[in-house]
C-alpha cells in the first residue's frame, strides 16, 4: 500500500528548488496526473476545453493552497492543505523555511 509522504511529494514538484510551488509548478503537477489519468482511459474533451479546464483547477488550487496569496505554495501552506483534507493520518514535523 503506498503512503502518501508530502516532503516527497512536495519536493519532486517543487521543479527549480526553491522552496515554493509557484503556478508554472501546479500547472506541471496537473498535467502529470491528468496525463496519467489520459492513459487509463483517453480524454473526449477538445483541446481547448482542456485547457479552460486546467486552468480553472489551477486557479482553484492556487486559492486553496497559497494561504497568503503572494503567488507561491509554501511548504507549511501545502501541509496546512494536506492535513485539512485528511490525506495524512498524522501531521509531519514542519520544515524550516528557506531564506
Known sequence: M???DPRTFFASSDADSNGVLDRNEITAL???HLNDLDRQSPA???AGDAA???EQMVEHL???LDQ???GHVTYA???DFVSQSNLLKTRPAQEPQQD
Request: net charge negative; hydrophobic share 45%.
Open 2 to 4: 503506498y503512503e502518501f
Open 30 to 32: 496537473l498535467l502529470r
Open 44 to 46: 473526449e474533451d477538445a
Open 52 to 54: 479552460a479546464k486546467i
Open 62 to 64: 492556487m486559492r486553496q
Open 68 to 70: 497568503d496569496g503572494d
Open 77 to 79: 501552506e501545502f501541509l
